[in-house]
């Protein structure tokens, strides 16, 4: 299953949804992809509801089925169960792609074409954004690059660095270019979702609180993040001005092993790389048991995986230049797609005035 947070168009502004994604959704969206529509789950909910002779339809809905992703899990943790059976009756109804022809009790639209929403970054609030480092033929060719060694610890423990969850961009939508950056990146990476609340979680209980993955588009601003390495606190604004995320939430059982999908970045249509990520030094579920040791995860939390082998442009040494479009791509979950903007404005004068 797809799970998708997308935006209808009102007279007083977007609204946000949770929706599941249907149809061929695997290759590059708009692309030969056939007909991919997204189901309004919560008014899809109320419409069964009101066949089944509830007055109070609407409002069951919103109990049992919330329209925010992250509601959602919040009462159901990782379980698909109402979805599978609200989606289940929507299938026994009929009816186009288009879901013109069933409505829910207050007459809203229960289905929609893909090309009449835009897609958000599947969870648009996220308590905590960690990315860690899971792939060792990645760090070998970058920190060779900068004449480094893969430290020791790395292989001992799961490491990563946290970012601004405030600054997501969903597919499709145009990503910035910082003003204080002369060198832009990307990295192709895969990210887990926190479906249930957890803490202190064993391996086992830990894969059962991922509500599944996703495409995570690291845009990287290098000649700042140079620098700020050198401090060994981690990246800060050579990484936080954007962070790619969509376009959907693939549930674990629908993708299986995520180190074994094929992937690829494509710049302006080109293909500029392809990669399996292989093995990962520290599965998600490791990740994730070892982030829960004496602390609480929530529902919502996005674990990036680092980029894959051949992941980014400093690995071929191939640079992204403001207006490209950027498609990441992952089988069996479709495509990441953004814009680069331009530099716009002066930087900043951050620096205090000379006495």
């Excluded at 992809?33 to 189901?39: A, R």
């Excluded at 376009?247 to 392809?274: F, R, S």
């Excluded at 998600?284 to 919502?300: A, D, K, M, R």
Aim: proline share 6%; net charge negative; with cysteine.
């Amino acid at each position: 299953m797809k799970l998708c947070t997308f935006r209808i168009p009102t007279p007083a502004g977007g609204i946000d949804r949770f929706g599941v994604a249907e149809g061929d959704v695997t290759s590059l969206l708009g692309e030969g992809t056939g007909e991919i529509s997204i189901v309004d789950v919560n008014a899809a909910c109320a419409s069964m509801a009101a066949h089944q002779g509830w007055l109070t339809a609407a409002d069951r809905a919103d109990a049992f089925c919330p329209p925010e992703i992250g509601r959602y899990a919040s009462v159901h943790g990782t379980s698909l169960a109402v979805l599978e059976d609200t989606l289940g009756w929507l299938a026994s109804r009929g009816g186009s792609a288009a879901g013109g022809d069933l409505v829910g009790p207050r007459g809203e639209k229960v289905r929609f074409r893909l090309d009449e929403v835009q897609l958000r970054p599947p969870v648009t609030k996220v308590p905590v954004l960690r990315d860690f480092a899971a792939f060792e033929d990645h760090l070998k060719v970058t920190f060779g690059k900068m004449g480094l060694e893969i430290p020791a610890v790395w292989y001992e423990r799961p490491l990563c660095f946290k970012g601004n969850s405030t600054s997501l961009y969903g597919h499709a939508e145009d990503v910035p270019w910082p003003a204080y950056a002369k060198k832009l990146d990307y990295e192709l990476e895969l990210a887990a979702v926190i479906g249930r609340a957890v803490r202190d979680a064993d391996i086992e209980a830990a894969a059962g609180c991922i509500l599944g993955y996703t495409l995570l588009n690291d845009f990287s601003a290098r000649d700042v993040q140079r620098g700020e390495m050198q401090n060994s606190t981690g990246p800060y604004k050579g990484k936080d001005f954007a962070w790619g995320l969509g376009p959907w939430i693939v549930t674990p059982d629908e993708l299986g092993d995520p180190a074994a999908v094929n992937m690829k970045v494509a710049v302006n249509g080109e293909v500029w790389a392809e990669s399996t990520p292989g093995p990962m030094q520290w599965t998600f579920p490791e990740i994730v048991s070892y982030t829960s040791q004496c602390e609480t995860l929530n529902v919502g939390d996005v674990f990036g995986s680092g980029t894959v082998n051949n992941g980014c442009g400093f690995e071929i040494d191939r640079w992204i230049e403001p207006g490209d479009v950027v498609d990441l791509w992952a089988e069996g979950i479709g495509t990441l797609r953004h814009r680069v903007g331009f530099p716009e404005g002066p930087q900043v004068k951050w620096r205090r005035t000379a006495a």
